[in-house]
């Protein structure tokens, strides 16, 4: 089993930035195996969205249109620990935004951004943007 632990929201002006963090926390071959990590977000009744997500295999990022150019996802994996800065944030990007973590599994360009896909999920921290 895998914990995620995220951090890092709370509440600023549009234009404003924020950096989250996500702690993977578990037996060592647990969070070993984990090669996906991605962010999600769900605002009030909407349903949850893919925003940014990173393969360790691949190295490649992903993100939905809405992040492209605002939101960078990093992973330090000697820390266990995903990251996303967001800037030029806008009221919009308002939402409880999770962590989600998976291990590897083919076709993941594909399917970054399909919650169900993961495994394991944080629980949340809220970010809230005013204008």
């Known amino acids: 089993q895998v914990r995620l632990v995220e951090s890092g929201g709370g509440s600023v002006q549009a234009g404003g930035s924020l950096r989250l963090s996500c702690a993977a926390f578990g037996y060592t071959y647990s969070v070993d195996s984990i090669d996906s990590m991605g962010w999600f977000r769900q605002a009030p009744g909407k349903e949850r969205e893919g925003v940014a997500a990173?393969?360790?295999?691949?190295?490649?990022?992903y993100y939905s249109d809405s992040a492209k150019g605002r939101f960078t996802i990093s992973r330090d994996n000697a820390k266990n620990t995903l990251y996303l800065q967001m800037n030029l944030l806008k009221p919009e990007d308002t939402a409880m935004y999770y962590c989600a973590a998976d291990r590897f599994r083919p076709g993941y360009s594909d399917s970054w951004s399909v919650a169900y896909e993961y495994d394991y999920w944080g629980q949340g921290t809220q970010v809230t943007v005013s204008s």
């Open positions: 990173i393969s360790s295999s691949s190295g490649v990022t």
